[in-house]
């Protein structure tokens, strides 16, 4: 899913009277930006490189056989875990950056996710020895980690800049080119170790990813307080005490309830008391999502007490998010399908060295970063000449061009049926389809992230943001369900499979680029500075 980092929906948490604050705007020692920048960069670099480094060695890992470390799990059901699992990450961004708001505030958020995120990969590399309990363990302490950090490092990048303006977008551009060099370097090195089964095995793979947050919660915490001063120290305050006390106190002991019954449910789990289907269960966590989603944007219309420009801004967004989900929901497949069909059915042999699955999935950030600065360019050019193209149709080309990328794999996947049993096909058939998603992605992407942000009504601009974080869940969670059917004993399964997902795709850019027109008519009246962009 998108590497782009989350808007600042965990506000507040700045101290007043801040002195670095106050000199945010004259401090460049961070190539012309606050240098506590610096710090926030290269967390994130490190929390991103641990993400990204177990990801993809996640269905690998619990598809393998037992005699080589791995779980010999069902294709389907490792694929429906690994997308549980990045939908809950998605998720825990909504409460871990409420947490921060009322009760942490966003830097002890960030030193306490960072210290779950380390002891979740703890527990999964030693999961050889502990066994497979320790394995989900460690997956379930990451989740909650990353809701506390991830959410909320975002935020206390845009409190560097009260000013506002270009150089506080400039500021989250250098910022989301760490979270791609994380992304790029982790699973060069993770899949490196952990597909070397004999000098070193997966655990080793899960260790380096952990390894990875270690070093930047050590640098996190030696500079923070030096680069960063007094901002997001303190959580907001209610400005009576006694209401600010009792608000905190219910939080704590929803927090505190809730912590209760995922450690019930995780006993009884490993106890044998219960027993999970993944593939069930991310089946009807889908169904709950969406559920939550009709029903909250039901809500917004009837007691909402929005206006009439607000409905149509608000109905401009909900038909953004189906079309993000149907985008995500391809688009996350890289780490289930595609795994497996780089894995099985590619060559990856140069010059008799056989290159790890995973290092494919290096190829995407390595696209980002080459051509993000251009789709910059090419959008303020466009706007220059002819008028900036409307977010449903830059939304329209990302689901093209990723259609496109499908399209590819069909090719790819007919080629190795008409080749029989034990064919193989180039790299660059991946390497090409990854190209043309990252171009969908650039196009859709952050242009879903700035709308959500310039369409949301005022009062409800933080629950867009999740709304949109809600979007890239259901989209992980329905390409762990069908990420699944990419099999050896049952290669006829894989252009069913990538065809469907093609066609999806491609319906969905017919009926958004049909919409566009209506779209534009509907926001015509909301003032210019507004209007979708």
């Known amino acids: 899913m998108s590497k782009h980092p989350s808007a600042q929906y965990a506000g507040g948490g700045t101290a007043a009277g801040d002195p670095l604050r106050g000199h945010a705007s004259q401090d460049t020692r961070f190539f012309g930006h606050p240098l506590g920048l610096s710090t926030l960069f290269f967390t994130e670099l490190w929390e991103r490189f641990s993400y990204y480094g177990i990801r993809p060695l996640l269905v690998l890992f619990m598809t393998a056989a037992v005699t080589t470390g791995g779980f010999a799990l069902p294709r389907e059901q490792a694929s429906a875990i690994v997308g549980i699992y990045a939908a809950s990450v998605y998720l825990a961004s909504l409460p871990g950056g409420w947490v921060a708001d009322r009760l942490l505030g966003l830097r002890r958020a960030i030193f306490w996710g960072g210290v779950l995120i380390a002891l979740g990969h703890l527990s999964i590399g030693f999961s050889a020895f502990l066994g497979r309990g320790a394995f989900f363990v460690g997956l379930i302490l990451i989740v909650l980690g990353t809701g506390l950090l991830k959410p909320n490092i975002s935020a206390i990048v845009g409190d560097l800049y009260p000013e506002g303006g270009a150089r506080r977008d400039a500021g989250f551009s250098i910022f989301y080119m760490g979270i791609n060099i994380g992304a790029l370097v982790a699973p060069l090195i993770t899949g490196f170790l952990g597909e070397d089964q004999e000098r070193f095995g997966w655990h080793y793979g899960f260790g380096a990813a952990g390894v990875g947050m270690v070093i930047g919660l050590i640098y996190y915490s030696l500079t923070a307080q030096k680069t960063l001063g007094n901002i997001g120290t303190e959580p907001t305050r209610h400005p009576d005490p006694a209401v600010d006390a009792r608000q905190r106190r219910n939080m704590t002991i929803g927090l505190g309830i809730f912590l209760g019954i995922l450690a019930l449910v995780v006993v009884m789990g490993m106890s044998g008391m219960l027993n999970f289907n993944p593939v069930t269960v991310a089946e009807n966590m889908s169904y709950v999502m969406l559920t939550m989603a009709v029903v909250y944007f039901a809500y917004l219309f009837l007691a909402g007490g929005l206006t009439r420009d607000e409905m149509k801004r608000v109905a401009v967004i909900i038909v953004l998010f189906v079309f993000a989900v149907i985008f995500w929901a391809a688009f996350e497949q890289a780490p289930t399908s595609l795994t497996l069909f780089a894995a099985d059915f590619t060559d990856r042999t140069i010059g008799g060295w056989e290159m790890p699955v995973t290092w494919l999935q290096a190829a995407n950030s390595f696209f980002v970063i080459a051509l993000a600065p251009v789709f910059a360019a090419i959008w303020v050019g466009l706007a220059r000449r002819r008028g900036d193209l409307s977010s449903p149709a830059k939304f329209t080309l ?136």
């Not at 259901?474 to 290669?491: M, S, W």
Request: glycine share 12%; proline share 6%; aromatic share 8%.
């Open 398 to 533: 990302g689901l093209v061009f990723a259609a496109m990328g499908f399209g590819l794999m069909i090719l790819a996947a007919n080629t190795v049926l008409a080749g029989g049993p034990g064919t193989k096909v180039a790299v660059w058939w991946l390497i090409g389809s990854y190209f043309l998603q990252t171009v969908g992605e650039l196009c859709l992407s952050p242009v879903g992230l700035s709308s959500m942000t310039k369409l949301a009504p005022r009062k409800f601009s933080g629950q867009m943001m999740g709304v949109w974080f809600m979007a890239a869940a259901l989209g992980n969670l329905i390409a762990g369900i069908v990420g699944g059917h990419v099999n050896p004993e049952n290669p006829q399964d894989m252009p069913a499979l990538f065809t469907r997902t093609t066609l999806s795709l491609l319906i969905a850019a017919a009926v958004l680029a049909a919409l566009i027109i209506p779209i534009r008519r509907m926001m015509r009246e909301v003032p210019a500075n507004e209007t979708v962009r």
